[in-house]
């Protein structure tokens, strides 16, 4: 990092100058003075009228002052045309202008008018001291005093005050202009249809958006293939445009991995660093060309966005005028082991939980092809090179990803239920915030049993009574009930090998044929209990397919990359998928007894148990 930084020029871009209508959020390039007074003129800041404070003296209820009024009214925008002679008086309004002569403005509230052969008049009876009631020019701001210093970020604020002292523009800090480029043949616009094989170019969005996050300007240049002569004529075209140029994919050891090798020949210094000792990043690779870095990111989602925030972001603020990103740290508790490879620094994306005792970080365990790891995580900690993991109940300071921690309402943590969203979607709209985690039950009842989550849903049979959960049930834990779900085989409508059987002979059955290739559930999931106990220690095709979900279970079937799985009635229909019943689930909660007086764990019971929440349920295919 030392390397790439001592080659490039890190100092703000030139300024340039923006009306205040594109002025937001750019960051101001050199000190701005006021340009004119504000306020313009001497004004009235009550509506009254002008007078000279001496002709005032003495005047109090029973004793009023008389003084002629002057033959004009300064309502606001009006230049005053007569100058306010000794005993004489104008009607003025807030904000009109001051007249000559006069030195201050009695409320209208202590006067009465009195026309008389002589003309208008008015009865004062309050005195008034010399600059009562005026506002002088340049009292808030005069022309010429500091306004806004370099460095500054144009909010509303500023935008506000730049306009009331006389600007119309302000000179800011040019906007880094970053290239993006996306390299791969698989790789598609994202919402088209994919072909087989196609992945959606997430990396480029997920860039482009960060880059103006950071006060650049993205410049979207498109996807290009894997070949060295398109590659190369993209690099010259982007380093003509921008200040900096990103690309993704391409960096590591296979035969498609063009980008680094292109960089070669573009000019000096070239490449600076290829290679780095972290997960995610390995293949990362730092360069540049002339002053203009150029970073190849590695192609996996989360690894690309992650060396970008590492070592992209802090050149972008820089170029931008920004001041480095501010860093917030909290102390955690790590709470599953974590294992790390040895020789690389790895950092672990978590969710932040409250629990006893302070934060509990529960690792994503994505991996670095996620493309939901960085966005869904509330911060990152790293794991030494030299360790090969972190124990569970390790302490672990977590840099938090996003700015604040906002710690969500209500936490839950065990088995993932589509019912269950339609709980939360209840909550949401009474504007409590729950994070869920989907670990299984019995991760769940774990971690309801450490007093790590407020709920901890479950669908957990005892082989030896055949009841749901109460069996499991644990000092300090309540049960809460939460409704029924059919469990079956999942297969293609159609798929002979499985119509008209029912659920139980169907698993023995596929278990058997070697031709059906499984979609399992990962390993402390109630489903994957489920069918364990089913296939009696039997490991047909496709075992180690263990996705987290039954959406994802549905969906290999669906797909075809799977014949057979085990998954809930109501997403076996949404899927469109033959169902062959197992077993009637009882989906309840674990309740932690010291954290059922909370409020947010109140509104959930309710919702609970309210009618429209039933009919939902109902609508969605589960049991009352
Ligand atoms: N034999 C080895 N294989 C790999 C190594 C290694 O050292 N030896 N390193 C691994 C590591 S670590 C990483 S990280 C990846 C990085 O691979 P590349 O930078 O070459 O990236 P690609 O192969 O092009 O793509 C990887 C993966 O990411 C998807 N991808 C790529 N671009 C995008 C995009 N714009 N949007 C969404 N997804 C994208 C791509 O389809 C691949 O699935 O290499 C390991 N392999
Ligand atoms: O460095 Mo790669 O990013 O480990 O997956």
């Known amino acids: 990092m030392a390397r790439f930084r001592a080659a490039l020029d890190l100092r703000p871009l030139p300024a340039e100058r923006v009306t205040l209508a594109a002025a937001l959020g750019r960051v101001v390039a050199e000190p701005v003075a006021a340009a004119a007074d504000a306020p313009p003129f001497d004004r009235a800041s009550v509506d009254g009228f002008a007078v000279r404070a001496a002709d005032t003296e003495g005047a109090r209820d029973g004793a009023p002052r008389r003084l002629r009024l002057n033959a004009e009214v300064l309502a606001c925008g009006v230049a005053p045309g007569i100058a306010l002679a000794p005993g004489t008086a104008t009607a003025i309004a807030t904000g009109g202008m001051i007249p000559r002569g006069a030195d201050a403005v009695a409320m209208i509230e202590w006067t009465a008018l009195d026309d008389a052969p002589d003309g208008p008049a008015m009865l004062l009876n309050r005195a008034v001291a010399a600059g009562q009631f005026i506002g002088f020019a340049g009292s808030d701001i005069a022309r010429g005093e500091a306004l806004l210093r370099a460095g500054a970020i144009v909010t509303s604020r500023e935008i506000g005050m730049l306009a009331a002292a006389g600007h119309d523009s302000v000179p800011v800090v ?7 480029l996306s390299t791969g043949d698989e790789l598609h616009p ?28 993205p410049v979207p240049l498109g996807i290009f293939p894997d070949d060295e002569a398109v590659l190369a004529a993209a690099l010259r075209d982007a380093l003509a445009r921008a200040d900096l140029v990103v690309m993704s994919g391409g960096t590591s050891k296979g035969a498609g991995d063009v980008s680094h090798r292109i960089l070669a020949g573009m000019g000096e210094p070239g490449v600076l660093v290829h290679g780095v000792a972290l997960k995610p990043g390995k293949p990362l690779c730092l360069a540049a060309v002339g002053t203009t870095p150029v970073v190849v990111l590695p192609g996996f989602p989360t690894s690309a966005v992650f060396t970008f925030q590492e070592f992209v972001v802090p050149v972008i603020r820089a ?8 860093e917030t740290e909290v102390a955690a508790t790590l709470a599953v082991r974590m294992p790390s490879e040895l020789g690389r620094t790895e950092y672990v994306m978590v969710s932040l939980a409250e629990a006893e005792g302070g934060l509990r970080a529960f690792p994503l365990g994505k991996g670095s092809g996620s493309v939901t790891a960085f966005s869904q995580a509330d911060g990152v900690f790293a794991i030494p090179a030299l360790d090969a993991g972190a124990e569970a109940g390790a302490p672990v300071r977590v840099r938090l990803i996003g700015g604040a921690l906002r710690p969500p309402d209500l936490v839950i943590i065990g088995s993932h239920c589509t019912g269950l969203d339609a709980v939360l979607d209840v909550l949401a709209a009474q504007g409590i915030a729950a994070r869920s985690l989907a670990v299984g039950s019995l991760g769940g009842l774990a971690a309801a049993k450490r007093g790590e989550c407020d709920l901890a849903p479950a669908h957990l049979l005892d082989p030896k009574s055949g009841a749901y959960n109460a069996p499991f049930l644990a000092p300090g834990l309540r049960l809460v009930p939460g409704w029924r779900r059919l469990q079956g085989v999942v297969f293609r409508p159609g798929d002979a090998r499985f119509e008209g059987l029912d659920g139980p002979e169907a698993v023995r059955r596929a278990a058997a044929d070697p031709a059906l290739l499984l979609v399992n559930r990962n390993a402390g999931s109630g489903t994957r209990m489920l069918l364990d106990g089913l296939l009696g220690g039997a490991r047909p095709a496709g075992y180690a397919n263990q996705p987290k979900s039954h959406n994802a279970v549905a969906a290999a079937v669906a797909q075809g990359r799977a014949d057979w799985g085990v998954a809930i009635a109501p997403v076996a229909g949404a899927y469109g998928l033959g169902f062959l019943p197992l077993a009637d689930e009882h989906y309840d909660f674990f309740l932690p007894e010291a954290r059922a007086g909370r409020p947010p764990v109140a509104a959930f019971l309710a919702a609970l148990e309210s009618p429209a929440l039933r009919r939902r349920l109902t609508e969605l295919g589960f049991g009352a």
């Open 190 to 217: 994202p919402g088209r249809a994919l072909p087989p094989g196609g992945i959606p170019d997430s990396n480029a969005a997920i860039l482009c958006a960060a880059v103006a996050e950071h006060g650049g300007e």
């Open 319 to 326: 170029l931008a005028g920004l001041p480095p990103r501010e």
């Open 174 to 180: 040019r906007r880094p202009r970053v290239a993006v």
